[in-house]
């Protein structure tokens, strides 16, 4: 239940937007219309609020995947980033989830790229179908891709990267 939309219409720098997963406890199905018509919004910073309000309300807004999925070519970082991340929080299949993350291995951000390949690592040795995208990650420009790509390896697949540091235990 709603019991005030005014969060719904968070603007930048309003401190209510931080209260917006209280008001969201439990919503309907016009509710999670709203959200979606508010990801539609053309400031970057309102649509990655509006994707972490629907990552808030958890696994009753699975029927957003489609949307999140589409969000994942955003022009914005932040929201490419945040829409994976929230894929996990409704329940989207795991499948799905480690092909957006893989996907996000070769963002044009340096940052998406990094935490891509950490959230790879986190979902451990079920995300072996990304082991491809990881290993061009290997060659990344950015040394802080490339060591991210080299501890999701590790801990998806480890016998592919053995860590050095098990030799001296």
């Known amino acids: 239940v709603l019991p005030n939309t005014e969060p719904l219409s968070v603007s930048e720098g309003n401190e209510r937007e931080s209260l917006a997963p209280y008001y969201l406890t439990e919503c309907s199905s016009e509710i999670i219309d709203i959200l979606i018509m508010s990801l539609r919004d053309p400031r970057p910073a309102m649509r990655y609020h509006f994707v972490r309000m629907i990552g808030d309300l958890g696994p009753q807004a699975y029927e957003t995947s489609d949307v ?53 690592g986190e979902i451990g040795p079920r995300a072996r179908g990304a082991l491809s995208a990881l ?18 390896i590790q801990r998806i697949s480890p016998e592919l990267i053995p860590n050095p540091i098990d030799r001296f235990r």
Do not use: Y
């Not at 290993?135 to 999701?152: F, Q, T």
């Open 68 to 120: 999140l999925m589409s969000l994942l070519k955003d022009s914005d970082s932040s929201v490419r980033l945040a829409s994976a991340e929230t894929l996990i929080k409704i329940g989207t299949p795991l499948s799905k989830v480690i092909a957006a993350f893989a996907g996000l291995v070769n963002d044009g951000d340096s940052s998406v790229r990094r935490r891509a390949a950490e959230a790879l």
């Open 135 to 152: 290993w061009e990650a290997l060659a990344d420009s950015e040394a802080e891709v490339r060591e991210a790509a080299v501890l999701a």
